[in-house]
């Protein structure tokens, strides 16, 4: 869904950006010959990653391969990873830095420092081993950015229980389905939150999703809205801030865990309807994303570090809670939306909190061009030093807009390739070292190696787009549990390894092209999962909601940026005629909304006679893809209803 033409081509030399000389002298990884290094010490080039974490026992080694395809790494090892995010830093004279700056939706503002995370996430420890969660026991957290959710995210941590968050704004439904895959032992929630001046209550959704489980848990809820909302506590539900306060103090030591045991579940989509649950080992998920955050963000204890990403995704796992407090940066989070209250408040976020590093998608960059430079040139952004954007491709023309507007062309970019599957970046430049094409991902980084390669699993040459393979394994890679194998093996491995049994390849689901220099352009995805405002939804999922209404005989929903901001497109057909419309695209909309959130409404919704289909009668996403960019495509060959394509393409302009 790139929005930007593709006119200078990725990898042109008259695009390609050398970082910034004022940059290049500052960075931890200032040498190309950590490539070579890293190649030629595979596997054992990883124990640099494990260096960076304190380990309670040391690891036997560090790739086991016994199990493959799910290789397992620092097997033999132990460590506990809230203890690496908290503890080791007050021993290391850091109690008193700040690790989290918190700035709600209403102007409030809240400062945690390392001991005061410390203190409050052992009393939320104590408190869950209260209510009977143990080392193992799933925690499932349904929370907006409010400090209380990484908080509770490194107390399930501490005694060793999984956390299982789930994005607040997901339907009732959402929840259920995330929450009875986990046979969750407690849910952690909260009031409401306020959206832009109006209060949305939270624990109403949270309460529908509790009435339909088959057992009761017990529920935390912190307090969001304030004295002016009274929430009504009932049976086994209890107030997050009488349990803070009633175990502060405790002492909790951190469980040891061993490398290879799970840290969390988080539920993406695939292309099954049903939400996939990912888990992620402690010691490997450590290792990579503590490793990246100091390779690609360059982030150092005392740097501030600002990321957009809500932490009900991977990207606020990974690179707003356990990379930059593994690394002891101060981490900003910011609650609600940026606009609010106006357009001023990204860049008071960076110039009030000082941010070095700021991470975010490139569709927020697009708004922030559609707002126009005056916003970010009224604010001082002189501590910024690097930038960096994950979730969808970013245009050459957003690109530079970033670049020059935010970074005033001091502060590299890296353009972050990865997936929840991944755990951490795999295919990124390493700022200050690497040249920077705008539009192209970049290289994978060391260590790492992937792949554009036809259906059968061949490597292509250089400029010919194919499947994206990653053809190492890496210390942050998904390890399912006993009872989740057999599916990830079929989604990720089967689909290239198994026709070329000598080779190991893991299935990204992408489309890209390799250029000359190694460099990776992101094309989109290749199968049937729509990103929508950087949150990865399953069409399967979003269609089952869609026929689920009366009327509607089949749909395809695909993401399009027809207004500049990606948005879903819902195409159906109707069992009746044209009378009634009006009335069924209402129900599609609502049945999104109340199934799987709000944040998924259709920007719109087309009646078609018919889809485009392949000749095996699948939907071709791709054609529809083409109409809602304005890009249509041009060889209708693989379709059997070639004639649809004009027909829709004059139903999608009417509408
Ligand atoms: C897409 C988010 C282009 C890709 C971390 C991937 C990207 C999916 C980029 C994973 C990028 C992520 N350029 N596309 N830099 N980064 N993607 O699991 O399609 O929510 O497969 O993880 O986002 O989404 P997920």
Same mark, same amino acid.
């Given at each position: 869904?790139?929005?930007? !033409?593709?006119?200078?081509?990725?990898?042109?030399?008259?695009?390609?950006?050398?970082?910034?000389?004022?940059?290049?002298?500052?960075?931890?990884?200032?040498?190309?010959?950590?490539?070579?290094?890293?190649?030629?010490?595979?596997?054992?080039?990883?124990?640099?990653?494990?260096?960076?974490?304190?380990?309670?026992?040391?690891?036997?080694?560090?790739?086991?391969?016994?199990?493959?395809?799910?290789?397992? &790494?620092?097997? *033999?090892?132990?460590?506990?990873?809230?203890?690496?995010?908290?503890?080791?830093?007050?021993?290391?004279?850091?109690?008193?830095?700040?690790?989290?700056?918190?700035?709600?939706?209403?102007?409030?503002?809240?400062?945690?420092?390392?001991?005061?995370?410390?203190?409050?996430?052992?009393?939320?420890?104590?408190?869950?081993?209260?209510? *009977?969660?143990?080392?193992?026991?799933?925690?499932?957290?349904?929370?907006?950015?409010?400090?209380?959710?990484?908080?509770?995210?490194?107390?399930?941590?501490?005694?060793?229980?999984?956390?299982?968050?789930?994005?607040?704004?997901?339907?009732?439904?959402?929840?259920?389905?995330?929450?009875?895959?986990?046979?969750?032992?407690?849910?952690?929630?909260?009031?409401?939150?306020?959206?832009?001046?109006?209060?949305?209550?939270?624990?109403?959704?949270?309460?529908?999703?509790?009435?339909?489980?088959?057992?009761?848990?017990?529920?935390?809820?912190?307090?969001?809205?304030?004295?002016?909302?009274?929430?009504?506590? =009932?049976?086994?539900?209890?107030?997050?801030?009488?349990?803070?306060?009633?175990?502060?103090?405790?002492?909790?030591?951190?469980?040891?865990?061993?490398?290879?045991?799970?840290?969390?579940?988080?539920?993406?989509?695939?292309?099954?309807?049903?939400?996939?649950?990912?888990?992620?080992?402690?010691?490997?998920?450590?290792?990579?994303?503590? &490793?990246?955050?100091?390779?690609?963000?360059?982030?150092?204890?005392?740097?501030?570090?600002?990321?957009?990403?809500?932490? =009900?995704?991977?990207?606020?796992?990974?690179?707003?809670?356990?990379?930059?407090?593994?690394? =002891?940066?101060?981490?900003?989070?910011?609650?609600?939306?940026?606009?609010?209250?106006?357009?001023?408040?990204?860049?008071?976020?960076?110039?009030?909190?000082?941010?070095?590093?700021?991470?975010?998608?490139?569709?927020?960059?697009?708004?922030?061009?559609?707002?126009?430079?005056?916003?970010?040139?009224?604010? #001082?952004? !002189? !501590?910024?030093?690097? /930038?960096?954007?994950?979730?969808?491709?970013?245009?050459?023309?957003?690109?530079?807009?970033?670049?020059?507007?935010?970074?005033?062309?001091?502060?590299?970019?890296?353009?972050? &390739?990865?997936?929840? @599957?991944?755990?951490?970046?795999?295919? !990124?430049?390493?700022?200050?070292?690497?040249?920077?094409?705008?539009?192209?991902?970049?290289?994978?980084?060391?260590?790492? @190696?992937?792949?554009?390669?036809?259906?059968?699993?061949?490597?292509?040459?250089?400029?010919?787009?194919?499947?994206?393979?990653?053809?190492?394994?890496?210390?942050?890679?998904?390890?399912?549990?006993?009872?989740?194998?057999?599916?990830?093996?079929?989604?990720?491995?089967?689909?290239?390894?198994?026709?070329?049994?000598?080779? &190991?390849?893991?299935?990204?689901?992408?489309?890209?092209?390799?250029?000359?220099?190694?460099?990776?352009?992101?094309?989109?995805?290749?199968?049937?999962?729509?990103?929508?405002?950087?949150?990865?939804?399953?069409?399967?999922?979003? @269609?089952?909601?869609?026929?689920?209404?009366?009327?509607?005989?089949?749909?395809?929903?695909?993401?399009?940026?027809?207004?500049?901001?990606?948005?879903?497109?819902?195409?159906?057909?109707?069992?009746?005629?044209?009378?009634?419309?009006?009335?069924?695209?209402?129900?599609?909309? #609502?049945?999104?909304?109340?199934?799987? *959130?709000?944040?998924?409404?259709?920007?719109?919704?087309?009646?078609?006679?018919?889809?485009?289909?392949?000749?095996?009668?699948?939907?071709?996403?791709?054609?529809?893809?083409?109409?809602?960019?304005?890009?249509?495509?041009?060889?209708?060959?693989?379709?059997?209803?070639?004639?649809?394509?004009?027909? /829709?393409?004059?139903?999608? *302009?009417?509408?």
């Amino acid at each position: 869904m790139v929005e930007d !033409s593709l006119d200078s081509v990725p990898g042109d030399a008259a695009t390609a950006r050398r970082p910034p000389s004022t940059f290049a002298r500052d960075t931890t990884v200032t040498d190309t010959s950590v490539y070579e290094r890293f190649d030629r010490e595979w596997p054992d080039c990883w124990a640099d990653a494990a260096a960076l974490l304190e380990w309670d026992e040391p690891y036997d080694e560090v790739l086991d391969a016994d199990d493959a395809p799910f290789y397992r &790494w620092f097997v *033999g090892g132990r460590l506990n990873a809230a203890e690496n995010c908290i503890d080791r830093h007050l021993e290391a004279g850091r109690k008193n830095q700040v690790a989290i700056r918190w700035e709600g939706k209403r102007g409030e503002r809240r400062t945690y420092t390392y001991y005061d995370l410390h203190r409050e996430v052992t009393a939320v420890a104590a408190a869950l081993r209260e209510l *009977g969660v143990e080392a193992d026991d799933v925690v499932t957290l349904y929370l907006p950015t409010v400090p209380e959710l990484p908080i509770t995210m490194l107390a399930c941590a501490r005694i060793g229980a999984l956390h299982n968050v789930v994005f607040a704004g997901f339907a009732p439904d959402a929840l259920l389905g995330r929450m009875e895959q986990d046979d969750s032992s407690v849910l952690v929630t909260c009031d409401g939150y306020f959206h832009e001046g109006t209060a949305v209550g939270q624990k109403r959704k949270a309460d529908a999703a509790l009435a339909a489980l088959e057992s009761t848990i017990p529920t935390v809820v912190v307090d969001r809205l304030g004295a002016d909302h009274d929430t009504q506590l =009932g049976a086994d539900q209890y107030a997050y801030s009488a349990l803070a306060d009633r175990f502060e103090g405790a002492t909790v030591p951190p469980v040891s865990r061993a490398a290879t045991d799970p840290l969390f579940h988080i539920h993406t989509s695939g292309t099954t309807g049903e939400p996939q649950r990912m888990t992620h080992a402690t010691g490997g998920y450590l290792a990579g994303t503590t &490793w990246t955050t100091r390779a690609v963000f360059d982030l150092s204890p005392g740097d501030t570090y600002w990321c957009t990403a809500d932490m =009900g995704w991977i990207t606020g796992h990974s690179y707003v809670v356990y990379g930059p407090l593994a690394r =002891g940066a101060t981490v900003v989070l910011t609650e609600g939306s940026l606009r609010y209250p106006d357009r001023h408040r990204p860049w008071e976020v960076i110039e009030r909190n000082a941010v070095n590093v700021f991470y975010t998608t490139p569709g927020v960059v697009r708004t922030f061009m559609k707002w126009g430079e005056s916003f970010p040139a009224a604010h #001082d952004r !002189s !501590s910024l030093r690097l /930038l960096g954007t994950v979730g969808e491709p970013i245009g050459p023309d957003t690109w530079e807009w970033f670049y020059t507007h935010v970074g005033e062309e001091r502060c590299p970019i890296v353009d972050t &390739w990865w997936q929840t @599957e991944t755990g951490s970046i795999l295919l !990124s430049t390493l700022p200050g070292v690497s040249e920077m094409k705008p539009g192209a991902v970049g290289p994978p980084l060391p260590g790492i @190696e992937a792949r554009a390669v036809d259906e059968n699993g061949r490597e292509l040459p250089p400029g010919e787009p194919g499947s994206l393979t990653i053809t190492k394994p890496w210390p942050s890679m998904i390890t399912p549990l006993e009872s989740d194998r057999y599916w990830v093996l079929a989604e990720y491995w089967q689909q290239f390894s198994d026709r070329r049994a000598d080779t &190991w390849q893991y299935a990204t689901g992408d489309r890209a092209v390799v250029d000359d220099d190694g460099y990776i352009t992101i094309i989109g995805r290749d199968d049937d999962v729509v990103t929508i405002g950087n949150r990865r939804l399953g069409t399967a999922e979003l @269609e089952a909601a869609i026929t689920a209404v009366d009327g509607v005989t089949e749909a395809a929903a695909v993401a399009g940026s027809a207004d500049g901001d990606t948005d879903l497109y819902v195409f159906a057909t109707a069992e009746q005629d044209l009378t009634g419309r009006e009335a069924l695209r209402e129900s599609i909309s #609502d049945a999104i909304v109340d199934r799987i *959130g709000r944040f998924a409404s259709p920007a719109a919704v087309v009646f078609t006679p018919e889809l485009p289909e392949t000749h095996t009668g699948k939907t071709m996403y791709r054609v529809l893809e083409g109409i809602v960019d304005d890009a249509p495509l041009e060889d209708s060959e693989p379709l059997r209803n070639p004639e649809i394509v004009g027909e /829709l393409t004059t139903l999608w *302009g009417r509408n």
